[in-house]
């Protein structure tokens, strides 16, 4: 079994790609996720890094988080992937589904360093992808929004069959894939225990509208 690890956010993309792999029967060792250095919030989802931890933590899947800078991103990844294949990590998840600019920089940086690009999403009808998500049982929240695109009544959310409805009829990628919004995963078929959200704070900055999660429980 080859053994991989997940490029890991929190968000659904991320736990569905990760989903599939195992599936295909990958041995997902690890999770691997960034943190924004000067905020400390996640990279991209703007998280509570404890919130990855306690993800990691559900699951039963040891991470690896580092902390980076846009500027130095490429650089710590590297390093992080370096220290992955140490432990015997062949081959590096991703979430992507049609933004070619962001395969193309996974490529380049998995041919550098000798491992294997996995794409288990990539060129999925985003729709779908969303359906096979509620369908195989995942739960998330939607965390994040940009507010000249979505309202701060989407802050929340539950990922469900009439967040689908919804969603599909706004003028936005359906999945959020550039930034439109984000989400949080709490429990599913990969997870051993739930994460149960116990209190947040809804803060706008920057335009956008995050929900901050304040305290959770894993199980």
């Given at each position: 079994?080859?053994?991989?690890?997940?490029?890991?956010?929190?968000?659904?993309?991320?736990?569905?790609?990760?989903?599939?792999?195992?599936?295909?029967?990958?041995?997902?060792?690890?999770?691997?996720?960034?943190?924004n250095k000067g905020s400390?919030?996640?990279?991209?989802?703007?998280?509570?890094?404890?919130?990855?931890?306690?993800?990691?933590?559900?699951?039963?899947?040891?991470?690896?988080?580092?902390?980076?800078?846009?500027?130095?991103?490429?650089?710590?990844?590297?390093?992080?992937?370096?220290?992955?294949?140490?432990?015997?990590?062949?081959?590096?998840?991703?979430?992507?589904?049609?933004?070619?600019?962001?395969?193309?920089?996974?490529?380049?940086?998995?041919?550098?360093?000798?491992?294997?690009?996995?794409?288990?999403?990539?060129?999925?009808?985003?729709?779908?992808?969303?359906?096979?998500?509620?369908?195989?049982?995942?739960?998330?929240?939607?965390?994040?929004?940009?507010?000249?695109?979505?309202?701060?009544?989407?802050?929340?959310?539950?990922?469900?069959?009439?967040?689908?409805?919804?969603?599909?009829?706004?003028?936005?990628?359906?999945?959020?894939?550039?930034?439109?919004?984000?989400?949080?995963?709490?429990?599913?078929?990969?997870?051993?225990?739930?994460?149960?959200?116990?209190?947040?704070?809804?803060?706008?900055?920057?335009?956008?509208?995050?929900?901050?999660?304040?305290?959770?429980?894993?199980?």
């Amino acid at each position: 079994m080859t053994k991989v690890a997940v490029s890991w956010s929190g968000g659904k993309e991320s736990c569905l790609a990760c989903y599939r792999a195992i599936s295909r029967g990958l041995e997902v060792s690890h999770l691997l996720n960034f943190v924004n250095k000067g905020s400390e919030r996640s990279m991209g989802h703007g998280l509570d890094p404890e919130l990855i931890l306690a993800q990691s933590q559900a699951m039963g899947i040891p991470l690896v988080q580092r902390e980076t800078s846009w500027e130095t991103y490429e650089r710590k990844f590297k390093d992080a992937v370096l220290e992955l294949k140490r432990r015997g990590v062949k081959g590096i998840v991703f979430g992507d589904v049609d933004l070619q600019e962001h395969k193309d920089w996974v490529e380049k940086v998995c041919r550098e360093l000798d491992v294997e690009p996995v794409e288990p999403l990539w060129g999925g009808d985003p729709m779908e992808l969303l359906n096979e998500f509620v369908n195989a049982g995942f739960e998330a929240i939607v965390v994040r929004v940009r507010g000249d695109l979505l309202g701060e009544e989407w802050l929340g959310r539950r990922v469900n069959r009439v967040f689908l409805r919804d969603i599909a009829k706004e003028p936005i990628h359906p999945l959020g894939e550039k930034g439109e919004y984000h989400t949080f995963v709490t429990n599913g078929p990969i997870f051993k225990h739930r994460i149960r959200i116990l209190g947040s704070d809804k803060v706008v900055k920057d335009g956008y509208h995050s929900m901050v999660i304040k305290k959770w429980r894993v199980g």
